[in-house]
């Protein structure tokens, strides 16, 4: 299975940028997967997950701004990103797991920079 990240960039504060994911397999085998996220000498983060039944979970800093989504059809994952601001600024990798004692697949990171 591979995970294809893509659609950082850079964006002014204020903006929006939609990331997506595209996974080689069929996305309804995955039992969660998730975006996370890595800023300069930080650990990386949770941003937001979806189950395999669609129900959605975000951390506190981007509820109301982020979204995440999918596309059973296409097989790709989304996280429309709005308002954004320069602390969101990191690299944004999302994974999938078949379930909670298998080892996750990692996609390669975007960008996404925030900056006036």
């Known amino acids: 299975v591979q995970l294809q990240a893509s659609g950082g960039g850079l964006v002014q504060p204020g903006g929006s940028l939609r990331l997506s994911c595209a996974v080689s397999?069929?996305?309804?085998?995955?039992?969660?997967m998730g975006w996370y996220r890595q800023a300069p000498g930080k650990q990386r983060e949770l941003v937001a997950n979806?189950?395999?039944?669609?129900?959605?979970d975000y951390t506190s800093s981007v509820t109301d701004r982020f979204t995440i989504s999918r596309d059973i059809a296409k097989n790709t994952m989304y996280l429309q990103m709005n308002s954004l601001k320069p602390e969101d600024t990191a690299v944004y990798y999302c994974k999938a797991a078949l379930n909670a004692r298998s080892v996750p697949y990692w996609g390669k990171g975007t960008q996404v920079t925030v900056s006036s």
């Open positions: 397999g069929r996305i309804v085998s995955f039992n969660v």
């Open positions: 979806i189950t395999r039944r669609g129900k959605t």
